[in-house]
């Protein structure tokens, strides 16, 4: 079903036998304390057009050098990510791509219009306040 | 009645095939769009059912008085099964309709021979039969695996069901059956499906793509999403 969706958004994403392992870039994105989008971005491309390893510590390292970011080695570490997906269990989410919003879990990107909605009411409310 | 020719071409030339199952919660939220793309569209869709083997693939659970009683559920198809429920009710919730989970895994095969009767003898009235069944049933007040209770809803849909009985018993079921058994080695295992176009599309999200193949696939294509009703289809069903 994915490939349908590739085929018709001419993104020429790679499926592999079997899914790699991304562990490494995982940890970089639960250590960052920064705006973490264009870590996230370089890293999908990474994965899924041009086939790369997410958990071999010299790619990861370089995406986080593309991505503008400074990197230390602490990012590697795991500490940040078990917690997150402790928490992320506790909230019921079980799979990826998942929003939690307004104590709601939504699983997966067909959800868009209704989470657009709730951001959409969110920012009124703040804009009357 | 006719034996289908192929799970993957419709029957009389319609431009797209939709499988459903009266125990999908899935399949239940999906209801009201389709049927507003084939009024979009002018068009009517090859419906025919899918009765899912759950257990298959989520274990299989009973409940009592709110409880679980009997269950070879893994804990992660308990969070997918919870999901699902919460998933369907939220938006059918938006279409003013009550989702109550099931006690049990029902078995929906007369009910969906159901939707044969209704589409070979008052095609138009389907909707209405599905609106006799789905509804009650998902509020728990509908014993679909009573032949009497489904041969009262396609009654209350306005079609006859004189003969009914015999028939979910006799061609009705032998059809069903043989459809059955050809879905799973083509790939078509889920509710709802659509097939158009050639393409398998399962999931009510390809609903945007079901429209843009049948417009001439005019500008990029969609990607997937639940669309939302502006208004609820129905007054809530206090």
């Given at each position: 079903m994915h490939e349908i969706y590739a085929d018709l958004s001419d993104t020429p994403m790679h499926f592999r036998p079997k899914p790699g392992n991304s562990d490494l870039a995982l940890n970089v994105l639960a250590n960052?304390?920064?705006?973490?989008t264009t870590f996230v971005s370089r890293a999908y491309d990474a994965y899924w057009?041009?086939?790369?390893?997410?958990?071999d510590a010299v790619v990861v390292e370089q995406l986080v050098t593309d991505a503008g970011l400074h990197f230390s080695?602490?990012?590697?570490?795991s500490k940040a990510i078990d917690t997150s997906i402790e928490q992320a269990q506790a909230q019921g989410?079980?799979?990826?791509?998942a929003f939690v919003i307004e104590e709601q879990v939504f699983i997966g990107r067909e959800h868009m219009p209704w989470l657009r909605e709730i951001v959409a009411k969110k920012n009124q409310t703040l804009s009357l306040n | 009645m006719q034996h289908y020719e192929?799970?993957?071409?419709?029957t009389a030339g319609q431009p797209a095939i939709v499988y459903i199952d009266i125990k999908s919660p899935y399949a239940f939220v999906a209801l009201k769009p389709i049927f507003a793309l084939e009024r979009e569209l002018g068009v009517q869709f090859d419906w025919r059912p899918l009765t899912l083997d759950i257990p298959s693939y989520l274990g299989s659970a009973k409940k009592k008085a709110g409880k679980v009683v009997e269950s070879n559920r893994s804990a992660s198809q308990w969070s997918g099964v919870k999901y699902a429920y919460r998933d369907a009710r939220r938006y059918i919730e938006r279409q003013g309709y009550i989702l109550k989970g099931t006690e049990k895994i029902w078995d929906s095969s007369i009910a969906n021979i159901g939707i044969l009767w209704v589409v070979e003898h008052?095609?138009?009235k389907l909707e209405a039969y599905l609106e006799a069944v789905y509804p009650p049933f998902w509020r728990r007040e509908?014993?679909?695996?009573?032949v009497a209770v489904v041969a009262a809803c396609i009654t209350a849909a306005g079609?006859?069901?004189?003969?009914f009985e015999a028939f979910q018993a006799g061609i009705g079921k032998a059809v069903h059956d043989q459809l059955q058994g050809q879905l799973h080695s083509n790939n078509i295992y889920g509710v709802p499906t659509y097939v158009v176009d050639g393409q398998i599309l399962f999931g009510r999200e390809h609903l945007p793509l079901v429209r843009w193949h049948l417009t001439g696939k005019q500008g990029d294509a969609p990607d997937i999403c639940y669309e939302l009703n502006s208004e609820p289809y129905l007054k809530p069903n206090t």
């Open positions: 960052l304390s920064v705006d973490p057009i041009e086939g790369k390893d997410l958990n080695a602490e990012l590697l570490q989410v079980f799979e990826v791509p | 192929s799970p993957l071409i419709a008052a095609r138009d509908l014993d679909i695996e009573d079609v006859d069901a004189d003969g």
